[in-house]
């Protein structure tokens, strides 16, 4: 179960955040405010405390807090996003990790290894790390490296199509498993209970769990009610605006 939830205000820099689907337009900074003062309240509603931290101007994608430190029981990674513009912002979560964290249980990620938490997948113990555009495989060798420390495993897993791997992947606990796309017959994935993604969907492969509700993007009937059939209690949180920079319900938080 998850205590504590750590969230970034949207800054209105975040008209000039990342994206692969310019097409959508760029994001209503106002309506962007209200979707995430929707998300709190549903994080919240969950069971958990948020930490709200400041938005910061200098960096567009700085809300998608969740890529700059991966969080757990025994410790915290800070991460070294493999993003250009992106570089820098892991250096302004350590703070708010020390709140939660002795000194001596916050590790790193050093240059040249990458890596962005949006790839991290936790499953109990072990922690799938995708190897993508953004983390790579010295950003993986080291993040297991640290894992081995604290009695944790984890493993590397191919990906060609998605962004982050929970861009197409989401755990719910219980070996239960959304897939989308590459993931569906993706041998790493074969001994959990599938939950497959509509192709039309896919965007809501990006749910998240919380202390077993599980956070749907609205818009997403399909998955909503497959979601609901394995017999979780499901809350539609709006993300429109977040979707126009390729972001989700996971990358705007760090829950642990
Ligand atoms: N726009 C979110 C990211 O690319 O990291």
Redesign the pocket.
């Known amino acids: 179960m998850f205590k504590n939830v750590i969230v970034r205000k949207p800054s209105k820099s975040m008209a000039d ?3 692969s689907a310019p097409e959508l337009g760029k994001p209503d900074y106002d309506l962007a405010l209200k979707q995430h003062e929707n998300y709190i309240n549903a994080l919240k509603s969950c069971g958990v405390e948020v930490t709200r931290l400041d938005l910061d101007e200098r960096y567009p ?1 700085s809300c ?1 807090v969740e ?1 700059v430190a991966v969080l757990n029981k025994k410790c915290a990674i800070i991460t070294n996003p493999g ?1 250009e513009s ?1 570089k820098g912002e892991e250096k302004e979560i350590i703070n708010v990790i020390e709140k939660f964290y002795d000194k001596d249980k916050i590790e790193f990620i050093k240059a040249p290894g990458t890596l ?1 938490g ?1 790839d991290v997948m936790m499953v109990g113990d072990h922690f799938y790390v995708g190897l993508s555009d ?1 983390t790579n495989q010295e950003g993986i060798d080291q993040f297991i490296a640290i894992l081995k420390k604290y009695g944790l495993t984890g493993s590397a897993v191919e990906m060609k199509e998605f ?1 982050h791997l929970k861009t197409g992947v989401a755990y719910l606990e219980n070996n239960n498993m959304l897939v989308s796309g590459e993931f569906i017959e993706h041998p790493d994935f074969k001994d959990f209970n599938k939950i497959l993604i509509d192709e039309n969907e896919q965007y809501a492969a990006n749910s998240i769990w919380v202390n077993d509700k599980v956070l749907v993007p609205k818009g997403y009937e399909k998955t909503k009610k497959a979601i609901e059939d394995a017999g979780y209690d499901v809350i539609t949180v709006d993300t429109s605006e977040y979707r126009k ?3 989700g319900l996971s ?1 705007l938080s760090l829950r642990f």
Do not use: K
């Open positions: 955040g990342i994206t994608d998608f890529d993003a992106r962005e949006g953004r962004l920079l390729d972001g990358c």
